[in-house]
């Protein structure tokens, strides 16, 4: 009986319950998602000068006289 359970324990203590770390490598970007983050990007801008443009024409109207 102590000669199975002796080799069990000590293959049982040698089992390392965490998985060894995974060394970190750069993803190279799909195209397909560059194409779609350069099209965000671009949103992103127009709606920055629509919005400026947008409270430019607000404050225009506020500073002119009632017709």
Do not use: Y
Not at 25 to 30: L, M, N, V
Not at 32 to 51: I, N, P, Y
Not at 52 to 60: C, L, S, V
């Amino acid at each position: 009986m102590k000669t199975t359970l002796i080799p069990l324990a000590l293959i049982l203590a040698g089992c390392d319950p965490t998985p060894p770390p995974h060394p970190e490598t750069e993803r190279a970007q799909s195209p397909a998602f560059a194409t779609q983050t350069q099209a965000m990007e671009k949103a992103r801008a127009v709606e920055a000068r629509l919005l400026e443009a947008a409270e430019a024409q607000r404050a225009q109207a506020e500073g002119a006289p009632p017709p």
